[in-house]
């Protein structure tokens, strides 16, 4: 159990297009997921997180104007690229935790690569 | 942002030697250790966690050690094989991840 998928898992796009991405868990409820940002051959940065129903909450540096993100239901949270910039390609990662336990299910991650 | 500081960057071990990845942290709130083990272009795989109360956890060949005093936790891996190459990531959190910068892996044949 505890599966995570993400959708497109990869998207190319132009620039000053919108991109929606798309987390689920699949065989369990997510109080609370997590959107990371990954970088070629860097680690991964928390970028917001998020809990069902109430408005997310971003990192420090992390437009919330740019990176929109929602989370309508218990197993699917979106990440919306607005405007999207080819400074923002990147590898974007979810993850979700069920109740308040501590592990973290990472999704497979998707890339986005701006024009 | 870089709560957690991991070394080395890159590690070249022989097959069957062992694997050691050092982190430490600050934030003494940090209440989950995790090691994450990431194929590229894949998601981050959770290997063995730990949490503060407990010195020492073993799952298989991997093994946590954690020092809460000195706030630093380590990852072995005994009889490292070439499929253990990967890139692995220690973190913290207490919320959201507070990831390490990776080690890379290479276990040589």
């Known amino acids: 159990g505890a599966v995570v998928s993400q959708h497109p898992s990869r998207v190319i796009c132009k620039s000053g297009t919108s991109v929606k991405i798309e987390c689920r868990s699949l065989d369990f409820q997510a109080t609370t997921m997590f959107w990371y940002r990954q970088f070629p051959k860097k680690s991964l940065m928390l970028m917001a997180t998020?809990?069902?129903?109430?408005?997310?909450?971003?990192e420090q540096g992390v437009e919330k104007d740019k990176f929109l993100i929602n989370h309508a239901s218990l197993t699917l949270s979106t990440l919306t690229v607005t405007s999207a910039h080819p400074e923002d390609s990147s590898f974007y990662i979810c993850?979700?935790?069920?109740?308040?336990?501590?592990?973290?299910?990472f999704g497979p991650g998707t890339r986005l690569t701006v024009l | 942002q870089q709560q957690v500081k991991q070394s080395p960057q890159s590690l070249i071990v022989q097959k069957g030697g062992i694997s050691i990845i050092n982190c430490a942290y600050e934030n003494t709130a940090f209440d989950y250790f995790p090691w994450y083990q990431q194929f590229p272009g894949k998601g981050p795989a959770l290997l063995i966690a730990i949490r503060p109360d407990v010195s020492e956890k073993k799952e298989g060949r991997f093994t946590i050690s954690f020092n809460k005093s000195a706030k630093q936790f380590s990852l072995h891996i005994m009889d490292s094989q070439p499929g253990d190459s990967a890139t692995y990531f220690c973190?913290?959190?207490?919320?959201?991840?507070?990831f390490g910068a990776g080690t890379r892996l290479t276990v040589k044949p």
């Open positions: 973190a913290a959190s207490k919320g959201g991840m507070r």
């Open positions: 993850s979700a935790r069920r109740d308040r336990a501590n592990e973290q299910f």
């Open positions: 998020s809990n069902e129903g109430s408005k997310a909450t971003y």
